[in-house]
Structures are given as C-alpha cells and as structure tokens.
C-alpha cells in the first residue's frame, strides 16, 4: 500500500507550539504586506479593449445598438448610419443642430433647372479618400450608381427617383431626375449616399464590403469587431480635423451592461439605448455634478397605425373616436416618465411645417368627444366597439401604453370602446404589416432624410386603389393602414413638385388637416435624445437626424 502523504493541517499540529506560534506570526506579517502591495498598486481595466481612453485622446463610446453593416449602399440602420455619418462624406450635409442643409463635397446647393427634373452640383477638389485615391466627379458618379445598382436595403431612396447621374466635367455633377422632388437635395445628406472609393469598391448587385469601409471622411476605419468598432482621425481629411485621436464603439448586449458601465467609468459616453428608470437615474446624477447631460429633441415619432379595411376601423367614426381618447400628457407622465414630447402631427415639432392639428381638431384626451363619436356610430355599453390593439413585445414602453390606453377607455368611456390588447415580435410585424393582418399597431419611424415629405408620402401616398377598396399597392398598403384618399395623393404630388418653400408649407397644412380627419394614423410622441458623458468632454454635439459628429469631441482632461 502507497503512503498517503501527511495534510497540511495535521503538519501544523504536529509542529512544537514555539513553532506553531512563530509560524502564524510570519503568516501573519506576509499577509499583512501583500494587503499593502495590492493596495498601492494600480488597478487595471480587465476590458482593454473597450475600457475609457482619456490618456491618449481616445474618446469610448457605448451603445447597445448593432451596426449590421458598414457598406453604404446597404446600411439602413440607425446605428450604422451613425458610424457611416463620421467615416464618410456626402454631397451636403446638415448645418450643426438644425436642417439647413450645406455644401459638403458639393461647394454648392445645386442648380435646379426649369422643370425640376435636372440638377447640377459642382464638385469640391482637393479631396482624397482613405487609401489614397483622388476624388472628383466621377468618383460620386461611381458612388450613386453603386448604391441603385447594388440593390441594398436604401437603393430604392434614389432608385426610385433618379433617372441618370453623370460627371459631366472633372468637377462638375449632373443628376436627372424621373419626376420633380423638390427635397431631392436633403435626400443627397442621408448617411448611406456618401463618397466610397472607385479602386476598393465594385458596382454589382449584392457584391457588399460589410466589414470595411474606404471614403474621404474625417475618420478611417480601423477595425470592425463584434463587439468594439475602431475610428482613427484621418490625417489628410480636407476639412475640419477631430478634435480627438479616434473613437472607440464599444456595442453592450443589454442596456444595463451599458448603463453600469458608464457609471463604474470605464466609458466615457453612453448613448442609445438607456431605458426610462436608467435615464431618470443618470439624470439624477447629472444635476448633482457627477457626470453631463446632453438632450435634445429627436425626429422619431411614435404613432398608432389604423388599418382603415379593418372592422371597426373601416368607420371613421371609430377612428376619430381613437384619437379623440389619446391622452398624451398621461402618456407623457405614465410611460415614458415626461422623457418625450407630445406630438400632434405626423411631421415632427422640429419642422417649421408642423401643425399641431390633432390638438386643434380633437383636444387632448377629450372623452366627451370620443363618447360622442362612438355613440354616432352606434355603438352602446351592450354592443361595443371592439378594436385589437397590438404593439411590439419586445418595447417594455410600447407595451405599458396598451395597458394606459386600455385603463383609460375602461374607466371613462363607459362600455363604448373594447380595447384588446396583443403583442408580438417586432420583426414578426414588419413582415406582415402590408397583408392587413394587424387592425392596429403601435409604431415607431425614423426619417431618412429631414424633410417633411418623409414623414408624408411614406405613410399616406398609394399608386393603386381606390376609397372602397383602400390602397392596393403603395406607401399605405406597405405601412399597413390601406390608406386611399385622391385628394391626399394630389397634395403629395403638388408638394414633391414646389420649388417655392411657403406655398410648399400651405400643402403641407392641408395635408396635415386630411390626415386629422381621415385619421388612418394617429401621432402620439417624438423622441428626445439623451446623451450622458464624462466631465471633462466638450463639444458633444447632436443632429436632430440623431447622429453625433464624433469628430468636434474634445478631451480637455487628455
């Protein structure tokens, strides 16, 4: 049999008590000097690839979002058309904190001839991309054609308006349109119709880059990972140099991993997407000094789709009786705990366009007005009007404003309206939205680009169809409401083509009192954007398109 070899315990207590006592006082002293050691010895971020970078002009910035692609001929998202906004240039772009557009590789707003359908950019020199290869005239041609021939998720922006684009000079750009779009030039500042190289890239439906990028911004790409995503400031960027060394995206799998993280420090700017209770906390924080607070209204709206095929939402009645019963400062108040801002159009309040109709047609929370209606309509306590109320499953907010909206007409409307509520996977409702599966739905909608029109003819324009048959095929039909009005579709068309910008706002104002009456959407709230971000960074700036010019982003602690 193998001897077992003696435990250290019982080695201890076969020791003589001197021993015993004079061992323990060692142990005793070398622990006391490890705990000194540890103490005065630095501690070490243990997520060095991501961790705050105030040392070396690094700027950290977390997210919970994911760019699926970096290509720009298929980016749609909100998070990749960030990045893409700071890697890359467009042809214009939006003045900081308003929707003036300006020239950015255009030295110019374009010439705009007679019939509205050709327009002429000259063409910034001196402009290189990131590896190296001039930019000129051609190269945008290249990039235009690129982003319609490629057939990405955004090919259909400029698909479906632009007839030809061609370098008519070294420095000169010619851009012919199918028919008038009078807001053609803020369609060119989306994020995805940005300048890419001739020599990296290729033109070819499907044949994307999406883990690379090569334009003529004021950063370069250099490295796409899982979860951090590397910017260096481009050294020979032709205009406004960053203010810091480079960005660092570090993407967080949940809010709260975001939202520890910016407190315990190791980021230096959270943004997107802190829940409301988070939010409300980093506020808190803010006001006592601990850290900043950078807000400001967005342009994403919040809305109540109504499919007017559906019963009994194919009576207007109904309908207006919906939106007669929103109550928005209870929304405000309940749901999104004051964090938003009423909105009583389909155009945001950011828009010097916008008419706060609902308002003046309906009131707020006007249940009188709602009883009325469903009354009208001939509903009563024993046959009431009974209306699906579906929204995502996976917005914790969009599911706490079915539970206000359904106590509100359970307590004030007096048996007259039967709200059912249901939920279902956000991307599972996209899919079958324009098949007419969903009477309601709760809605979010992020512009492409900042005009008035995009917050119009994407909901309201349909092609085919008619008013008893509800659109066919359109703008209405694929948003899921079925929307058909003559008079909507000729208004549209009249604002697409006005070059003059206060007949065109008279349009917009009867558009937005048919929509208050025909009522195939109801607005609920616009999105304010919360930024929160170390002291000590400056100049964090944001555009009412919800991106963040990285490259103004000053240190004053590096």
Not at 81 to 91: A, E, H, K, Q, S
Not at 251 to 269: C, E
Not at 271 to 299: F, H, R, V
Request: glycine share 6%; hydrophobic share 35%; aromatic share 12%.
């Amino acid at each position: 049999m193998v001897k077992q070899p003696q435990n250290l315990w019982n080695r201890f207590q076969n020791l003589h008590p001197s021993s015993r006592k004079l061992l323990m006082q060692w142990i005793s002293l070398f622990c006391f000097c490890c705990l000194i050691l540890i103490s005065c010895t630095p501690h070490q971020p243990s997520n060095q690839s991501a961790s705050s970078s105030s040392n070396n002009g690094r700027i950290t910035i977390g997210t919970t979002l994911k760019p699926r692609t970096l290509d720009p001929a298929d980016a749609y998202e909100l998070m990749s058309g960030n990045i893409l906004y700071n890697l890359g240039d467009r042809l214009y772009d939006y003045e900081l904190g308003t929707n003036q557009l300006v020239p950015r590789l255009a030295t110019a707003l374009p010439t705009i001839s007679s019939d509205g359908l050709t327009y002429t950019i000259p063409i910034r020199e001196g402009v290189t991309f990131h590896d190296g290869t001039a930019f000129n005239a051609a190269a945008m041609e290249f990039s235009i054609q690129r982003f319609i021939q490629n057939a990405g998720s955004p090919s259909s922006l400029l698909a479906d308006a632009v007839d030809t684009v061609q370098a008519t000079g070294e420095y000169e750009l010619t851009i012919k349109l199918k028919k008038p779009f009078s807001a053609f030039p803020s369609l060119l500042a989306f994020s995805g119709i940005t300048a890419v190289s001739p020599q990296f890239y290729e033109i070819g439906e499907g044949k994307f880059k999406p883990n690379e990028f090569v334009g003529t911004g004021p950063y370069k790409l250099q490295s796409f990972g899982i979860d951090v995503i590397r910017l260096d400031a481009f050294e020979n960027y032709w205009g406004e140099k960053p203010a810091n060394t480079g960005i660092d995206i570090q993407r967080f799998s949940s809010s709260s991993n975001l939202f520890n993280s910016f407190r315990s420090g190791s980021i230096d700017v959270a943004y997107l997407s802190l829940n409301p209770d988070q939010i409300s906390s980093l506020q808190k924080g803010a006001k006592k000094g601990d850290w900043q607070e950078i807000s400001a209204n967005g342009n994403t709206i919040n809305y109540l789709l109504l499919n007017v095929k559906s019963e009994p939402l194919n009576r207007i009645e109904v309908r207006q009786a919906l939106a007669a019963l929103i109550n928005r400062a209870v929304i405000n108040e309940r749901v999104l705990q004051n964090q938003g801002e009423k909105l009583y159009s389909l155009i945001p309040t950011t828009f010097t366009d916008y008419q706060p109709i609902f308002n003046l047609k309906y009131g707020d929370g006007n249940i009188e007005k709602a009883k009325q209606l469903l009354t009208q309509a001939g509903y009563t306590p024993e046959n009431p009007a009974t209306v699906e109320l579906w929204y995502a499953s996976n917005s914790s907010n969009k599911g706490f404003l079915g539970l206000t909206l359904k106590a509100l007409a359970d307590r004030d409307l007096g048996g007259l309206l039967d709200l059912q509520l249901n939920s279902v996977e956000s991307t599972t409702a996209f899919k079958y939205l324009e098949e007419g599966i969903y009477p309601t739905f709760v809605l979010d909608w992020y512009a492409d680009f900042l005009d008035a029109d995009n917050y119009i003819q994407p909901f309201l324009d349909c092609s085919k169809g008619s008013a008893e048959t509800g659109c066919e095929k359109g703008a209405s039909q694929y948003q899921g409401s079925f929307y058909y009005s003559d008079r909507m579709n000729k208004l549209i068309a009249q604002e697409r083509q006005e070059q003059d910008p206060q007949t065109r706002k008279a349009i917009f104002e009867e558009i937005q009192k048919l929509l208050a009456e025909d009522v195939p959407y109801v607005p609920l709230w616009q999105d304010k954007t919360f930024i929160f971000a170390k002291n000590g960074l400056e100049n964090i700036r944001l555009q009412l398109t919800q991106q963040i010019p990285f490259w103004t982003i000053k240190n004053s602690n590096s």
